[in-house]
C-alpha cells in the first residue's frame, strides 16, 4: 500500500487555504493544474511510497517511540511559493513559518524511525510546506505565478500539531483520496 506521514491542519487553516486556492483558480483559470481536495490538505513529514503489509507493524512502533518523544509543535502557515520555482513550477505551496527547527527535529526522528525498514532518508533538506496544486503543464503559468508573487506573505493560521498520522494514499482519476491508518500523539498528549 501506498503510504505517507504527515500532521493534519487545523479546520481554520484548511478554510483559508481553501478561499487562497480559489483566489488563485480565479486569477488563472487556464492553468493546468491539479488542485489537492481541502480535505487532504496535510503537511508532510515523510512519503514512504509502497509499503508492504508485513512490515506496517513494525513501522507502527517505530513511529509511536519516534512521536511519543517531541512534544506539541506550536505552527503557523504562510505565503505562497512554487517548486521548483516560478519559471517551471511543478508544485504551487503554502509555507510552514512557525515551529521550523521542532517541525524539522520532528522530521528527522521519522526518517530515522522509519530507515530500518528500508525507506532512505531523504537528500533534501526538509522543508515544512503545504502542497495546494500540482501544476501539469506549462498552460497559463504566468498567470499562476503572478497570482503567486502578488500573495506575497499572507497568513493562513496557526496551530498545536499534537499527533502525527499515518495515511494510505489511494489513487484515483479525480485525485488520490487518504484514509488515516493510525494517529500517534506526540509527547504528553493523551491519546
Known amino acids: 500500500m501506498r503510504c505517507f506521514v504527515a500532521i493534519d491542519l487545523s479546520p481554520d487553516v484548511r478554510a483559508a487555504l481553501e478561499d487562497e486556492c480559489e483566489r488563485l483558480r480565479a486569477v ?20 514512504l511510497g509502497e509499503v508492504p503489509e508485513d512490515i506496517m507493524p513494525g513501522i ?9 518523544a517531541t512534544p506539541p509543535i506550536a505552527l503557523a502557515c504562510a505565503g505562497l511559493g ?8 511543478r ?20 526518517e530515522r ?6 525507506f532512505a532518508p531523504e ?17 497559463g503559468v504566468r498567470l499562476l505565478a503572478r497570482a503567486v508573487e502578488v500573495a506575497g506573505h499572507v497568513p493562513f493560521g496557526s496551530w498545536s500539531a499534537s499527533h502525527v498520522v ?26
Open 28 to 47: 488563472a483559470p487556464r492553468a493546468d493544474a491539479r488542485w489537492v481536495r481541502v480535505a487532504g490538505m496535510h503537511l508532510t513529514l515523510k512519503f
Open 60 to 68: 507502527r512502533n517505530s513511529l509511536a517511540v519516534a512521536t511519543a
Open 82 to 89: 512554487m517548486f521548483p520555482g516560478p519559471s517551471r513550477p
Open 91 to 110: 508544485v504551487v505551496w503554502a509555507g510552514i513559518t512557525d515551529g521550523l527547527q521542532e517541525l524539522g527535529l520532528l522530521a528527522a526522528a521519522v
Open 113 to 118: 524511525a522509519v530507515e530500518p525498514f528500508g
Open 123 to 139: 537528500r533534501r533538506p526538509f522543508r515544512g510546506h503545504v502542497t495546494l496544486a500540482r501544476v501539469r503543464s506549462p498552460r
Open 166 to 191: 499515518l495515511y494510505r494514499s489511494r489513487l484515483h482519476p479525480t485525485g488520490a483520496v487518504y484514509e488515516a491508518l493510525v494517529t500517534l500523539p506526540l509527547a504528553g498528549v493523551v491519546a
